[in-house]
């Protein structure tokens, strides 16, 4: 009794992230890769967090095409590195320039596994490799 129920949660496993994965989204890495050399503004091969940042803020006015310092649901379906799309931290369905700092702060704590302040080219993609949307 207990190898069939062994045998039954494998299999429900299994099934379950087969299932997930006819939904999921991995990042296109033709996106993500130039998206680090656009922030990596010193071309050191690595990015600091002054230089996320100044990339988010860059990004965040380009994706507010209405100039209202908020980027809504519409506006976000422009973003095609999908890097703001945790940042609505209040589920308002607006992002805010705080909240987007916010989640660019976090996304760089997450990138850095080194914990040396700064993210390599490798860090950045291995990040957004194993990130998947649904």
Do not use: H
């Not at 129920?5 to 992230?17: D, E, G, K, P, V």
């Not at 987007?100 to 860090?123: H, L, P, V």
Request: hydrophobic content about 35%; charged content about 30%.
């Amino acid at each position: 009794m207990l190898r069939l129920s062994r045998r039954a949660a494998l299999f429900f496993c299994i099934f379950l992230l087969n299932y997930f994965n006819l939904f999921a989204q991995s990042v296109d890495m033709n996106i993500i890769k130039p998206e680090f050399q656009k922030m990596d503004t010193d071309k050191n091969g690595f990015v600091t967090p002054g230089e996320m940042q100044a990339y988010q803020a860059k990004k965040f006015q380009e994706l507010d095409k209405n100039k209202n310092k908020t980027i809504d649901s519409e506006e976000l379906k422009a973003d095609k590195t999908r890097m703001f799309q945790k940042a609505d931290a209040d589920k308002d369905g607006k992002i805010t320039p705080a909240e987007s700092s916010s989640q660019f702060t976090e996304y760089f704590k997450q990138m850095d596994r080194n914990n040396d302040g700064k993210i390599s080219e490798a860090e950045y993609t291995d990040y957004w490799k194993g990130y998947i949307y649904f």
